[in-house]
């Protein structure tokens, strides 16, 4: 066995193989980034070296530091995760003749899962079923556009370097194609430095099962079931499972066995990953293979009680495998949910921030939390924005839902926004927990997913602004919700009557403006908090009123509970009644904003500063300011043309996802204040608009 190996990777990966690594007795070096100086990984790992600036092609993409790391620290293998490095058959090729083993196949297996179009190719010739498509070796455009019209839309586009969801597009008819495919090629360009498309017929609605296969040097080759892994968006993964529902013991042998044959095909050794989509009818396609660790094996390990970064590591010092296929049971269900810095109500932008406030849920043999953050560190754009992979297992299916929804409520992460309340209300649907799975289930269930209690977003709005108002009354000293107080004066003095406060609120993807009335005792009444505010809206306070009472929890209970601090110092936690409703919530500073954390759901606000003419200008219009932190791909308009409502302006790529800025209304485009190739901040003003009605 390896006596020290380096980790060519970041976040809960690096983490993931660090602890394993420790439990075999065996050294770890780090490497990091600018950007990870301070990061888990590097503190977890025994050693750590600094690999250049914080975009991924000048650290983390950089073979040869890796490689200089790994001699310079005495490390006799690299472990490269996944993504990076890790289905790089050149870096593979370059580690071999430096003599480092790199613990992954050999470079000829990479090489020849690579590419798509090939690996169709040596899948074809393996016996093993292919979707319909054209794989082939002109990249032409119209070459491509015939081979689609040929096989009839929907079609899919696929990088043939391509995955993760990137370089991909869902083309519907022949108008859309050319404008698909140059985004595809874009994308896959920025992924993976490779524009090369293939062309494969889109099934309806197909599921995407995968086998987990390994092989060693001794002619040793087992498949340890299967996952499903149909729950995606932007074509990712967001929900993984095992054993796949519906999927029986002849299938799965088939299945197993066909994966097998495809890693034999290509002389294989490690950890592998054969996709196939599942169709109605019980037919399996191959997909592609992936020639790395994938992001949901744990819930491969917690089914079958095997440790996969130790089978890897095993296999790579040229031990034979663990166990043999008869050897491989598997027990109970598992269920992986990829917690991101996402909004998911904004076509899952990405969203960068720092964790002013992270409290997993707590371990134990049911609920597993891989993560690569803490609280106070910082979500960047330079990387992937996942923050952990929340894994449970129970006996049955049933009952590992069960152990999800209550470990989704109990995660709680401020300081940017995350996709926590999607997954709960996508694990807790009647579809899902029906198993009616297929790559489609976001879009088919989008009503059941984004779905919100009648009356909840003015409830939330009226919590939070009375929760704020508490929380004040706590910053000055003075007793909760006493109008009387002179410390209580935040909101200008009043004489002889009750203390209004006017407040606008950003909440639920809309500013909110409330008028909170201090009664006293922690009473408020909070006037409008159901309706958003507007140009044309009615005055500040218009609307429904609700009462809230918010005091602070007792000392004792607070104490007991021992919420972790928020690294700004800000939490406060509440008694909370609404309708007669009491509950128990906690206020996290997330700067800058606010977390107010309910019993089963979180809900990021923040203050609004008034509107004194002064900021803006036109290019804060709604939609045209930067969503998030991210670079400038292209402009799609010139300067001067008049444009209608929905017009593509402006490409922004950030975590490698693109993002396109659309014109908000029928308008003129003055100017751009970015060019391509530029870094923008997540807020700042992109373009100068003059909407139609204002330039008439």
């Known amino acids: ?279 109605e009818d ?107 992979k929340l894994v449970v297992w129970d006996e049955n299916r049933d009952r590992a839902l069960d152990r999800l929804a209550g470990a989704l409520r109990a995660y709680r992460t401020a300081g940017t926004v995350t996709n926590l309340g999607f997954l709960y209300n996508l694990a807790t649907t009647a579809a899902f927990r029906e198993a009616q799975l297929d790559t489609g289930f976001i879009e088919r269930h989008r009503e059941a997913i984004f779905r919100d209690a009648p009356g909840t977003v003015a409830r939330d709005i009226a919590a939070c602004a009375a929760a704020l108002a508490c929380r004040q009354a706590e910053a000055t000293g003075a007793p909760a919700g006493d109008p009387h107080s002179p410390w209580a004066a935040v909101g200008g003095w009043r004489m002889n009557a009750l203390h209004r406060q006017p407040m606008i609120l950003h909440c639920h993807g809309a500013d909110h403006s409330v008028i909170v009335e201090h009664l006293g005792a922690g009473q408020y009444r909070i006037h409008g908090a159901n309706r958003a505010q507007r140009e044309d809206a009615a005055p500040p306070g218009a609307g429904e009123t609700l009462a809230v009472g918010a005091v602070p929890a007792g000392a004792a209970l607070a104490k007991r509970r021992a919420w972790p601090q928020a690294a700004a110092g800000g939490t406060l936690e509440l008694d909370l009644t609404l309708d007669g409703h009491r509950q128990r919530a906690l206020l996290v500073e997330a700067s800058p904003g606010w977390t107010l954390f309910f019993p089963d759901r979180a809900c990021p606000f923040h203050v609004v500063a008034p509107d004194t003419g002064e900021g803006g200008g036109a290019g804060a219009l709604a939609g045209l300011t930067a969503p998030m932190n991210g670079r400038v791909i292209a402009l799609l308009a010139e300067p001067g043309a008049t444009v209608r409502a929905g017009t593509p302006l402006m490409i922004l790529e950030a975590m490698k996802m693109e993002h396109t800025v659309k014109a908000p209304v029928d308008g003129t485009v003055d100017s751009f204040r970015f060019a391509a190739g530029d870094l923008v901040d997540g807020g700042a003003a992109l373009v100068d608009f003059s909407p139609a009605e204002a330039a008439a």
């Open 282 to 388: 019980g037919q399996f396609y191959f997909m592609e293979m992936n020639t790395r660790l994938q992001v949901e094996h744990p819930v491969t390990e917690l089914i079958t009680g095997q440790d996969l970064v130790e089978w890897q590591l095993r296999v790579a010092a040229g031990q034979p495998l663990p166990l043999a296929q008869d050897g491989i049971t598997i027990r109970g269900h598992a269920i992986e949910a990829r917690v991101y810095a996402e909004d998911a109500e904004q076509d899952f932008l990405p969203a960068t921030g720092r964790l002013t406030y992270h409290a997993p849920p707590a371990e134990d043999r049911h609920v597993r939390v891989d993560s690569g953050v803490r609280s106070g560190d910082e979500i960047s754009m330079h990387y992937d924005p996942m923050i952990a």
């Open 1 to 279: 066995m390896f006596r020290k190996v380096l980790i060519a990777n970041r976040g809960e990966i690096a983490c993931r193989v660090i602890r394993t690594c420790r439990q075999l007795g065996i050294g770890t070096v780090a490497v990091y980034s600018d950007a990870d100086a301070s990061a888990l990984h590097v503190e977890l790992a025994d050693e750590a070296v600094h690999l250049g600036p914080a975009p991924a092609r000048e650290s983390y993409l950089r073979g040869d530091a890796v490689l200089a790391a790994a001699r310079r620290t005495g490390a006799e293998a690299i472990h490269p995760g996944y993504g990076f490095l890790s289905e790089n058959a050149a870096f593979a090729e370059a580690c071999k003749a430096a003599g480092v083993v790199f613990i992954g196949p050999p470079a000829s297996a990479i090489a020849a899962m690579g590419s798509k179009s090939a690996a169709k190719q040596i899948m074809e010739t393996a016996g093993v079923p292919l979707i319909p498509g054209y794989h082939g070796d002109d990249q032409d455009a119209a070459t491509l556009r015939a081979a689609a019209d040929g096989m009839g839309y929907p079609v899919l586009l696929k990088a043939t370097a391509g995955g993760g969801g990137k370089g991909m597009r869902v083309v519907e008819n022949a108008a859309g194609f050319d404008d698909a495919l140059a985004a595809a090629k874009r994308e896959a360009t920025a992924s993976f430095g490779d524009e090369r498309m293939l062309v494969e017929k889109y099934l309806g609605r197909p599921r995407h099962v995968e086998v987990q296969v390994f092989c060693d040097g001794h002619g040793g080759a087992v498949y340890l079931a299967e996952r499903d892994c149909s729950v995606q968006r932007r074509h990712q993964k967001v929900l993984e499972e095992a054993p796949a529902p519906g999927v029986d013991a002849a299938l799965r042998a088939r299945m197993g066995e066909a994966a097998v044959d495809a890693a034999k095909a290509i002389d294989y050794r490690g950890a592998g990953t054969v996709e196939f989509l599942l169709d």
